[in-house]
């Protein structure tokens, strides 16, 4: 995938809006293959878990809007999905993911580590991409989809803390001067999230000047990819 190709939706109305199912499927078949110590394999379940709990929202009939939030959410998950299929095929993922494919069977690198770096590369990156995405599906602006990525976000601060204790190691480890204390604080998904909202603002409004929202796009990546570096540094 070149530079360019990066943004490369239709910018056109109406486009089919995919099934949630097809997205789930897929990650169950990438949980099937890798093994669990897999630090890919650790964020695809956290994933896969926030998928799930999505669908399970749209099935309830409690939303007010489930084509907009089925539109985001396959949206943003075939931005996961493409950067898999693409390091599996020996091409270049986007710069955000690339620390956690080098550094997946790092025996220094704890899960907690490898679930917050999917994270962030996914929310520093490619969720305001997602949001352009769906736009375009939809043929909408982001302001309309503010509800659904609401949804989205609160899902994933839901499921920030259920990754916290789960992953972290006991209470025993957990001192002050523990380096996975400094960097699972250092991080933060609610600031991840408001960012990667005024980051999809601005992509929109960029949407007729292609080069220059592929260089916005490219300095995002950028300063996603550094922070997962920083996120993925050894801890024993």
Not at 47 to 68: F, K, M, Q, W
Request: with cysteine; net charge negative; charged share 25%.
């Amino acid at each position: 995938m070149n530079r360019f190709q990066q943004l490369a939706v239709p910018d056109t109305p109406g486009g089919a809006v995919a099934e949630i199912g097809p997205v789930i499927e897929r990650m169950r078949a990438y949980r099937s293959k890798w093994p669990p110590q897999d630090g890919v394999a650790v964020f695809n379940q956290v994933y896969l878990t926030v998928t799930e709990a999505v669908r399970g929202r749209i099935r309830d009939g409690s939303l007010t809007d489930p084509e907009a939030l089925t539109a985001l959410d396959v949206r943003f998950a075939e931005r996961y999905l493409t950067a898999v299929d693409t390091e599996a095929s020996g091409g270049r993922p986007p710069d955000c993911w690339r620390p956690l494919f080098a550094c997946r069977h790092h025996p220094g690198v704890r899960p907690l580590q490898f679930a917050l770096a999917g994270v962030n590369a996914h929310i520093g990156h490619d969720l305001a991409l997602a949001v352009v995405d769906t736009c375009r599906t939809l043929g909408c602006a982001p302001e309309d989809l503010e509800d659904a990525f609401a949804c989205v976000g609160d899902l994933l601060v839901t499921l920030e803390e259920e990754i916290r204790e789960e992953l972290m190691p006991g209470p025993d480890l957990l001192e002050l001067a523990d380096p996975l204390t400094h960097l699972a604080g250092a991080w933060s998904l609610e600031r991840a999230r408001e960012g990667a909202w005024a980051a999809a603002r601005v992509l929109w409004r960029l949407r007729a000047v292609p080069l220059l929202a592929e260089e916005f796009r490219a300095r995002m990546d950028a300063g996603a990819g550094l922070v997962g570096r920083f996120l993925l540094t050894p801890c024993r």
